[in-house]
């Protein structure tokens, strides 16, 4: 049985994979932080629900809305939830992502207040988004 913190992080991937950008702000704590791994563009902590919001709109923008993410494997913890997915998108240039990577989630009260983003391929990850 899915417990509250898996289901708040399913409605959190819905509203990233649609484009509901605005929901993803206000599912997240006043003080969430959110870490995107590597060397790109996009790599960097993020505080807040301005900031955390922003940087995935960018994911969206450079990606022209494509990027998605599909779990294959969440395991739920008391306040966090890991989460291996399927990750994909394309560029208008015509590169293309198709990859796994990693989450972290930490929630408290029923918000999200952490997250990490752990690319597989750090190197692919990069380039796509450089």
């Known amino acids: 049985m899915a417990g509250p913190n898996l289901d708040l ?3 959190v991937l819905d509203a990233f994979n649609e484009g509901r950008l605005d929901d993803l702000g206000r599912m997240c704590g006043a003080d969430v932080r959110y870490t995107i791994r ?29 990027m998605t993410m599909e779990p294959e494997v969440m395991l739920e913890g008391e306040d966090a939830v890991m989460m291996y997915a399927r ?4 560029r208008l240039d015509g590169r293309t992502y198709r990859n796994f990577q990693a ?12 997250g990490q983003t752990i690319p597989v391929d750090q190197a692919a990850f990069d380039e796509f988004t450089s």
Request: charged share 25%.
């Open 9 to 11: 992080l399913k409605a």
């Open 38 to 66: 590597g060397h790109g563009p996009l790599a960097g902590v993020y505080e807040g629900p301005e900031a955390f919001t922003k940087a995935l709109g960018r994911v969206k923008e450079l990606t022209d809305g494509t």
């Open 103 to 114: 989450y972290l989630y930490r929630f408290r009260d029923g918000l999200l207040v952490e």
């Open 87 to 90: 990750v994909a998108g394309s």
